[in-house]
């Protein structure tokens, strides 16, 4: 899937990669009167506005849950892992067209494009998340080692995002009624995954059709874990683990065969 000769090619232009999300993060706060706390102000933000209106105003509670944040944590839970799912895919479809004037003047390999999509919404992730650790700590719902069991959940979500991502960015150079199609998509398949609501309201024709929806079986194994405290259903994870890899290999066929046609389209 991926030669010696391209993670070589990676390895050498590591600072290149560690120079692009330098600048994308502080382009992101230019001019910013706060600057780089708005990465802590603009999260914190929202673990508040889903504790105080989800659960203290609409006293909205999760079956079997006696604490007053479960569903706080539910919500956080699906939302920031669906969150981390759609900006990497949203990125990663774009990040040939963002990028055509560096692909056309510079000489990199192309693959660090897709690795800096991914450093940059895990960095994103990474600031978000720990403050929501921090509050599942401060309100005594850390659930212990089985936090761990987030690893490979989100590892597989991650290739299954990129994967999916590249194969999109791809396309999108060539076709770009892809990216405004997908956009559209995601709004829906945001609303077919059990974020917002609990699985077990819906009808039970509607509930077995979420057995298609990959990301319905990493949010849902992400809210066992903060939830619940309990290990996920491993085997609920094995149809997106294999789409991760089907789409990683189909991702990289496109971009090895396509990669001088890109260069033309862009």
Not at 190 to 204: G, K, R
Not at 238 to 255: D, E, I, K, S
Request: glycine fraction near 8%; charged fraction near 10%.
């Amino acid at each position: 899937m991926i030669s010696s000769a391209m993670l070589s090619g990676v390895w050498r232009y590591r600072g290149f990669i560690a120079g692009s999300l330098k600048r994308e993060f502080q382009s992101k706060y230019r001019n910013s009167l706060l600057g780089a706390a708005w990465t802590v102000l603009n999260p914190l933000a929202m673990i508040v506005v889903y504790t105080v209106i989800f659960s203290q105003v609409m006293h909205n509670r999760l079956q079997g849950m006696d604490s007053p944040f479960a569903y706080s944590i539910y919500l956080c839970a699906g939302v920031l892992t669906w969150g981390l799912f759609a900006e990497i895919t949203g990125r990663g479809q774009t990040v040939f067209l963002e990028n055509a004037n560096l692909i056309k003047k510079l000489q990199f390999p192309r693959i660090c494009l897709p690795i800096i999509v991914v450093l940059n919404a895990l960095v994103n992730f990474g600031i978000i998340f720990g403050l929501f650790v921090v509050f599942l700590i401060a309100t005594g719902n850390f659930p212990g080692l089985v936090f761990l069991a987030l690893v490979p959940v989100l590892l597989a979500m991650v290739l299954f995002a990129i994967g999916l991502g590249m194969v999109l960015g791809v396309l999108n150079v060539f076709f770009r009624d892809v990216g405004q199609f997908f956009a559209i998509l995601l709004q829906f398949w945001f609303w077919f995954t059990p974020i917002v609501y609990s699985a077990t309201i819906l009808p039970e024709g509607v509930r077995s059709l979420l057995r298609f929806n990959p990301m319905a079986a990493v949010v849902m194994a992400c809210q066992d874990i903060l939830v619940y405290g309990r290990l996920p259903n491993w085997h609920s994870l094995l149809p997106v683990t294999l789409l991760a890899v089907l789409f990683c290999v189909l991702g990289m066929h496109l971009f090895r065969r396509r990669a001088g046609e890109m260069v033309d389209e862009l």
